[in-house]
């Protein structure tokens, strides 16, 4: 089936470690977009990539990296500088088409900080 | 500055019911306004719109824009339990290469 898998669903950090959380989609879509959304918050954009191995900081990049380095995956690498990483993280990917940027969302990855 | 505004946050009706839901935006080169409900994880697509005026319909759950007074509704009539979900209402702008830009959502809870 088409869709967007990302994993784990639950991430544990400990303090000062870095964690990765996967995505990948097999939609054939050229553009990949992270999310963060926190309780009775709207979806923030962390990163997203229009093309392979390129990529752009959105709203609140500070604390994260990303990589594209093949069109089906895009990981999100929470670092250790972000101080409050407790979050539910949702990735998404299109097509942009002009005005049809239609993006589909995978079912996402709760993180929490022990 | 771009934002997307939904109201109410959050609302609680009885099954059969009928709900309006709000969405107001300001935005610089508007290009499109998308609904999606998101009932525990991945929100799901439900509508794109572009044109004022032109109602979006699926089954029970419509939507339209408006474009001169910056705003969209999604009505859905007959409400059921498994509509309760929070529906996310995100413009895409011209301005940023087409990326959303997300409202805080509504929580729709029916009750039987």
């Known amino acids: 089936d088409g869709g967007i898998t990302q994993s784990p669903k639950y991430l544990f950090r400990k303090e000062g470690q870095n964690v990765t959380l996967s995505c990948e989609q097999n939609l054939n879509h050229d553009a990949m977009y992270w999310y963060r959304q926190d309780p009775g918050q709207g979806l923030r954009l962390i990163y997203y990539?229009?093309?392979?191995?390129?990529?752009q900081k959105g709203d609140i990049a500070e604390g994260y990296s990303v990589s594209r380095e093949k069109k089906e995956s895009f990981p999100l690498t929470v670092t250790s500088a972000q101080k409050n990483p407790t979050a539910f993280y949702l990735c998404?990917?299109?097509?942009?088409?002009?005005?049809?940027?239609?993006?589909?969302f995978g079912a996402g990855t709760r993180l929490s900080v022990l | 500055e771009d934002k997307v505004v939904q109201s109410p946050l959050s609302l609680v009706v009885h099954e059969g019911d009928t709900v309006t839901l709000n969405c107001s935006y300001e935005?610089?080169?508007?290009?499109?306004l998308l609904w999606y409900k998101q009932e525990k994880k991945a929100p799901t697509f439900l509508f794109m719109l572009?044109?004022?005026?032109i109602e979006k319909k699926s089954g029970r759950l419509s939507s339209i824009l408006d474009k001169k007074e910056l705003f969209s509704i999604l009505n859905i009539t007959a409400t059921q339990t498994g509509d309760s979900a929070v529906y996310l209402c995100?413009?895409?702008?011209?301005?940023?290469?087409?990326?959303?830009?997300f409202g805080k959502g509504t929580k729709l809870s029916v009750k039987p």
């Open positions: 990539s229009q093309i392979v191995n390129d990529f």
């Open positions: 995100a413009v895409a702008s011209g301005g940023s290469q087409g990326n959303l830009i």
């Open positions: 998404a990917s299109s097509t942009p088409q002009g005005a049809k940027n239609i993006q589909y």
């Open positions: 935005v610089t080169n508007f290009r499109s």
């Open positions: 572009t044109s004022s005026g």
